[in-house]
């Protein structure tokens, strides 16, 4: 299989070049690209080909950021908050070495911005880090500090068995 970049009137036309016939590109959706015969309508030939974009090493993106002390303010119902570059965040779930959180906006303003904290690390991993929001406190300073341990954090969801 050769791709093949043919001129044509005012453009170039790229084109796949494979046993002996042409394919012209069709669509691309999410990667994938299909391409069909040139001979499709003169000749009626149904021949496909479907090409897949390599797939980008790593995954998702994500930013890691490091804390010194860990930053607490009460929520609306008394549960606890981490507080994170001047926003809050609540726990949504986690196990015995993560603890996962979200933008406290998540609901009313839709807001995405998701974080990881790990057991015996200061370090925070954004998942998804814009706000749509600006900053829920002007300065850190302005936060009522709440007493609580990170570590409380790391318990895994769900029920407990009663044995």
């Known amino acids: 299989m050769i791709f093949v970049s043919l001129p044509l009137k005012n453009k170039i036309v790229r084109k796949i070049y494979h046993n002996g016939f042409y394919y012209c590109r069709s669509k691309c959706i999410y990667g994938t690209t299909y391409w069909v015969c040139d001979r499709a309508k003169q000749d009626n030939c149904r021949s496909r080909?479907?090409?897949?974009?390599?797939?980008?090493?790593?995954?998702?993106?994500?930013?890691?950021?490091?804390?010194?002390?860990?930053?607490?303010?009460?929520?609306?119902?008394?549960?606890?908050?981490?507080?994170?570059?001047?926003?809050?965040?609540?726990?949504?779930?986690?196990?015995?070495?993560?603890?996962?959180?979200?933008?406290?906006?998540?609901?009313?303003?839709?807001?995405r911005s998701k974080l990881v904290t790990h057991r015996g690390s200061h370090t925070v991993k954004y998942t998804h880090r814009p706000h749509t929001h600006p900053d829920e406190?002007?300065?850190?300073?302005?936060?009522?500090?709440?007493?609580?341990?990170?570590?409380?954090?790391?318990?895994r969801d769900g029920k407990d068995c009663l044995a």
């Open 49 to 111: 080909i479907t090409t897949f974009d390599d797939k980008p090493k790593g995954g998702r993106p994500m930013t890691l950021l490091y804390v010194q002390a860990w930053l607490f303010t009460a929520g609306q119902r008394g549960k606890p908050k981490l507080v994170i570059e001047n926003n809050s965040y609540f726990r949504t779930k986690g196990d015995s070495l993560r603890a996962y959180w979200s933008c406290s906006f998540y609901k009313s303003k839709k807001c």
């Open 137 to 155: 406190y002007s300065d850190t300073s302005s936060v009522t500090p709440l007493d609580a341990d990170i570590d409380e954090f790391y318990i």
